[in-house]
Structure formats: C-alpha cells, structure tokens
C-alpha cells in the first residue's frame, strides 16, 4: 500500500509539472512576463493538485462502496482541495459570481472526464466479457 501511495505521488507531481509546462510554455510564446515566486507558487500549486488527484484515485479502489458513493465522495473532496488551493493562488478571484462560475466549470470538466472513464472501462468490460465467452 505504501508503495501505491508513493507511485500515485509521484505520478501527480509528474502531471503537475506537465500543466506547469504547458503553462509556463503559453506564457513564453504569449510574451507574458512573470516573477520567478508567482511561477514557483503556482507550480507548487500544481504539484499539490497533482499529489491530490493521484492519491485520490485510491478511492474508486476501495472495495467497499458503490460506484457512485465513490464518485460523489470524490467530486465533494477534488471540489473543496481545488477551491482551497485555487483561491489563495490566485486562479480563481475570491467573489462569489467566480466561485460560482468556478464550480460550474469544474464540474463540467468532471463530468466530462468521469464520462470518458467510464466509456472507457465498459468498453473494457465487453472486451474481456467476449474473450472469456471465446475460451469457454
């Protein structure tokens, strides 16, 4: 368990670094200056998020709980560890018309990511259901 705990860290510091680069690279090629601290604090941001959503995939792991438990607990955690790290940040203004608007946004790119997850494993499921009714 341990060793799944360090593989998800670093994998989420891996995916933080890419959005820091993808970041960093927009900026570059808009010629928008900025302060090595603010870079530092939003890729530490992004790290953090990264860490999160890495550790937080253990939940769908878990044995106990339906699929939409699971997800809604979930959703509830990614949305309050992402307005705590968004806010203070600055990636989203402290009123409460951007928060809301924040929320929205979010939730969509959510709902849109578990869709294609869940796409994905039930296209897995039919897979491997036609490979065992094959062999048997």
Same mark, same amino acid.
């Given at each position: 368990?341990?060793? =799944?705990?360090?593989?998800?860290?670093?994998?989420?510091?891996?995916?933080?670094?890419?959005?820091? #680069?993808?970041?960093?690279?927009?900026?570059?090629? %808009?010629? !928008?200056? %900025?302060? @090595?601290?603010?870079? $530092?604090?939003?890729?530490? @941001?992004?790290?953090?998020?990264? !860490?999160?959503?890495?550790?937080?995939?253990? !939940?769908?792991?878990?044995?106990?709980?339906?699929?939409?438990? =699971?997800?809604?607990?979930?959703?509830?955690?990614?949305?309050?560890? $992402?307005?705590?790290? @968004?806010?203070?940040?600055? $990636?989203?203004? #402290?009123?409460?018309?951007?928060?809301?608007? %924040?929320?929205?946004?979010?939730?969509?790119?959510?709902?849109?990511? $578990?869709?294609?997850?869940?796409?994905?494993? =039930?296209?897995?499921?039919?897979?491997?259901?036609?490979?065992?009714? =094959?062999?048997?």
């Amino acid at each position: 368990m341990i060793r =799944k705990i360090v593989e998800r860290c670093i994998a989420g510091i891996a995916f933080g670094g890419i959005a820091t #680069f993808i970041a960093l690279t927009i900026m570059k090629f %808009g010629h !928008i200056e %900025g302060y @090595a601290s603010e870079i $530092w604090n939003h890729m530490l @941001a992004s790290f953090g998020l990264g !860490i999160y959503f890495g550790l937080a995939s253990l !939940i769908f792991e878990m044995e106990k709980g339906s699929p939409l438990k =699971k997800t809604a607990i979930h959703y509830c955690l990614s949305i309050v560890i $992402w307005l705590i790290i @968004a806010l203070p940040v600055g $990636w989203l203004p #402290f009123n409460l018309l951007s928060v809301i608007v %924040g929320i929205l946004i979010f939730t969509i790119i959510y709902s849109i990511y $578990w869709t294609g997850f869940y796409l994905y494993f =039930k296209k897995v499921e039919t897979t491997m259901n036609e490979h065992l009714q =094959k062999r048997y």
